[in-house]
């Protein structure tokens, strides 16, 4: 079993609409837990960090943590076309486990 | 601050060749990590340092890749000798205590 599963998409979704990205873990020791956005051909850039179980926003996109369920989600409200992208998340105890990536297109 | 900064950021070169990969991390960050990217495997840790120190290799895939951290400012990753199969884009990241990992712009490796 991964470490981290996410699930690969694409995604695409109409300018406006509410995204729900996610990803699940297996190791409960896990603390910190990341996403991250990545433009192509572009480097990953840190988009969210949070610590533990919980909410946390900023603007527009909102990470959720349930570590009972050991399940990380990205929200992005009034999604833009600028937000195509591949969101990746990351967790870590010891190391940094990375998602393989979600695809989102945003329509205009 | 500049960010990581690596180079080249495009790397073109023959089966056999010897390559160097550059990285100078964020200043202050004392953890730097290596990772590796294609669209088959996705992302791929493949060292860490801590202070300079290597902490774990064992994502480097053979004993043909090395790296280097001979000061808090500067990395290297060498591939020698370079295969067709080393082709992708290469990431260095740095690393705050607040676990907040930064990436660098990338380099991308064509070995032909």
């Known amino acids: 079993q991964k470490e981290v599963e996410q699930d690969p998409g694409p995604l695409s979704v109409p300018e406006g609409a509410i995204v729900s990205l996610n990803c699940t873990y297996s190791?409960?020791?896990?603390?910190?837990f990341m996403w991250y956005r990545q433009y192509s051909r572009k480097g990953p850039e840190l988009l969210m960090y949070?610590?533990?179980?919980g909410n946390k926003e900023d603007g527009r996109f909102t990470a959720q943590v349930d570590k009972s369920s050991k399940y990380i989600s990205l929200f992005i409200r009034d999604s833009q076309p600028s937000d195509s992208a591949t969101y990746l998340c990351?967790?870590?105890?010891?190391?940094?486990?990375f998602g393989t990536g979600t695809s989102l297109t945003v329509i205009p | 601050d500049a960010g990581v900064i690596q180079s080249p950021r495009h790397e073109v070169t023959e089966m056999g060749q010897e390559v160097t990969l550059r990285c100078k991390p964020i200043?202050?960050?004392?953890?730097l990590f290596w990772y590796r990217q294609t669209m088959m495997r996705g992302l791929e840790l493949l060292i860490y340092?801590?202070?300079?120190?290597?902490?774990?290799d064992s994502g480097m895939p053979e004993d043909r890749f090395s790296a280097k951290m001979p000061n808090a400012s500067f990395s290297t990753l060498k591939i020698q000798p370079s295969e067709p199969r080393d082709s992708a884009v290469y990431f260095c990241?740095?690393?705050?205590?607040?676990?907040?990992?930064?990436f660098g712009p990338g380099t991308r490796l064509t070995v032909t």
């Open positions: 990241a740095s690393r705050n205590r607040d676990y907040e990992q930064y």
């Open positions: 190791n409960s020791a896990f603390q910190y």
């Open positions: 949070t610590y533990s179980s």
């Open positions: 990351a967790m870590t105890g010891n190391q940094f486990y």
């Open positions: 200043s202050g960050h004392d953890y």
């Open positions: 340092f801590n202070n300079n120190v290597p902490i774990d």
